[in-house]
């Protein structure tokens, strides 16, 4: 689906969503409430401008509109690969979205993010992943990263990671093994227009990705270990 | 003189504590290893390439974590995750006085790919949460790795960062861009290059370092706990000083935007430095720490936190 055609079905009480270079933004109906819409498209890489666009709507949500839930479509190929927007300090721009998301949330924004087609390392952890909740469509892609880049870092045979991209759960880009792991809430099937309200009236600021990844199965150890830390207990086997 | 950049995560916390101060949660003695590991037939360590725990600095109960770089280059798995959030969250339940951070990794451990992505996220919410329930964090970069990938971000999201100028801060790393974009976009072998795109000077002048200190681990310990009282100190009545605040990020976006209008254009941040007014921007490598900074603090940008 495109993102007109995810729009249409998530606001079918209307929605006023601009396209430019790739960045979406507008306000749309859910349940009879005015909700913020941001987010990218066409697999668009997350540089330093768009990251600064996506921070200005929220910002300015948080100032003009106190309350009001954000809603984060979320399609791109990652951060943008560029020497320039390094020199730039790009984990500033990006981590800077992120304390805006952040500081919406604590002022009682409700957040719910969406990859409707793709979504990758850093564009998604300013994304869909600081958002209250992330959902996903069946068809989405999550990743890391591209497989060259990962068989020249970690030295493993791009064979090798090709074989464990397709089945397994902590290489394959697909958005059921990021349920099984907690990084997604839900995967949506049909009537994403209910499915939305339900993930917004639902919504909170509490990070239970851990405890989500222990109780599917998908990280046994990652909510174990946190809590070991915190009351210096042994690690509970899951 | 002790060099911050040879020390081992544990020589680190060492050298920044209280002497006998350490306590150190979930040790090597419990083995509690990666369960992703085996399967890349790739080695385990007994602390998941992190050391978390806490201890006690001239009066102040902090809770420190380090990345050991000798361990998968500090990358961030499942269990050294969740090690951080752990740590994090028992910051905030015993009240510390500060939370120090010796950030030295490549990001995401992409031996764990999905699950180190999820850890990398959680750290960064947890970060957040601390500062938000009063408690500075502040990130310490000073290791041979320096801090790379979605550990970036979150260096960025704490209340300051310590940087020395041997060290590298920055999202994607130049092998990561050169081999996307060809030799043409990065070339990866270019050390110089490399160091003034993601090196300490820069990121001290352009403001995303709010300190840069020499390779010394007293040096990195004192400018982060000057760092941690001043974001203790600067709240105004409304908020605690360490929390984000809608004025502060207000001012981040003019500083970020204004950076990208003036800077945008540049090719190398020799440009950029010139921009800034430093008359000889080429002899900026070359400058011994106290002479940097005596000319950069005339010229650097604002560092917002």
């Not at chain 2, 840069?212 to 760092?227: E, K, M, P, S, Y």
Request: hydrophobic share 45%; net charge negative.
């Amino acid at each position: 689906m495109n993102w007109q055609q995810v729009a249409d079905a998530l606001f079918p009480q209307g929605h006023r969503i601009v396209e430019r270079d790739c960045f979406l933004s507008g306000e749309a109906q859910v349940g009879g409430q005015t909700v913020t819409v941001i987010g990218t498209t066409g697999h668009t890489p997350i540089g330093v401008e768009i990251a600064l666009a996506q921070a200005s709507a929220i910002l300015d949500t948080v100032r003009r509109h106190p309350g009001r839930a954000i809603v984060i479509l979320v399609d791109t190929e990652g951060q943008r690969l560029r020497r320039r927007d390094e020199m730039l300090g790009i984990n500033s721009y990006m981590a800077h979205l992120g304390k805006c998301v952040e500081l919406a949330r604590r002022r009682g924004h409700r957040i719910v993010g969406l990859v409707y087609d793709q979504a990758l390392s850093g564009g998604f952890i300013t994304s869909g992943l600081i958002a209250d909740a992330c959902y996903a469509l069946p068809e989405a892609t999550i990743r890391v990263m591209g497989l060259p880049a990962m068989a020249r870092i970690t030295k493993v045979p791009l064979e090798r990671l090709e074989e464990l991209a397709q089945d397994n759960p902590v290489f394959a880009p697909g958005a059921e093994n990021y349920l099984r792991m907690g990084g997604v809430a839900g995967i949506w099937h049909e009537n994403l227009a209910a499915a939305l309200e339900d993930a917004l009236a639902q919504a909170g600021p509490q990070d239970r990705r851990a405890e989500l990844g222990l109780e599917r199965g998908g990280r046994k150890l990652a909510f174990a270990v946190a809590q070991a830390v915190r009351t210096g207990s042994d690690v509970q086997a899951a | 003189m002790s060099s911050y950049q040879e020390a081992t995560a544990r020589q680190r916390i060492a050298g920044m504590l209280d002497e006998g101060s350490f306590m150190e949660f979930l040790p090597p003695q419990q083995r509690v290893v990666s369960p992703h590991l085996h399967q890349l037939d790739a080695p385990v360590s007994f602390d998941d390439g992190v050391v978390v725990g806490k201890g006690r600095i001239q009066g102040r109960q902090v809770f420190i974590a380090a990345q050991e770089g000798g361990f998968m280059g500090g990358a961030v798995g499942e269990v050294h995750g969740a090690k951080l959030v752990g740590m994090l969250r028992r910051a905030v339940d015993e009240s510390a006085d500060a939370v120090l951070l010796l950030l030295e990794t490549g990001g995401v451990r992409l031996h764990e790919a999905n699950a180190g992505l999820i850890a990398v996220s959680e750290v960064m919410r947890a970060v957040l949460d601390t500062r938000a329930a009063g408690i500075p964090v502040i990130a310490l970069v000073g290791g041979s790795n320096g801090c790379f990938g979605g550990m970036g971000i979150v260096a960025r999201c704490t209340n300051g960062i310590v940087i020395s100028e041997e060290s590298r801060l920055a999202m994607s790393g130049p092998e990561v861009i050169e081999t996307a974009g060809g030799v043409e976009e990065f070339d990866a072998r270019d050390r110089a290059l490399v160091w003034r795109v993601t090196g300490g000077k820069h990121r001290y002048l352009i403001g995303d370092a709010q300190d840069i200190v020499t390779d010394d681990v007293n040096a990195f310990r004192d400018a982060a706990l000057r760092l941690a009282d001043a974001a203790r100190c600067s709240g105004n009545g409304s908020g605690s000083g360490t929390e984000l605040t809608l004025e502060a990020l207000e001012a981040e976006q003019r500083m970020l935007g204004s950076r990208l209008e003036r800077f945008g254009g540049c090719e190398d941040p020799l440009e950029i430095w010139a921009s800034l007014g430093i008359d000889e921007p080429q002899a900026v490598p070359l400058l011994e720490i106290d002479a940097f900074r005596e000319l950069a603090d005339g010229h650097r940008e604002g560092a917002a936190s």
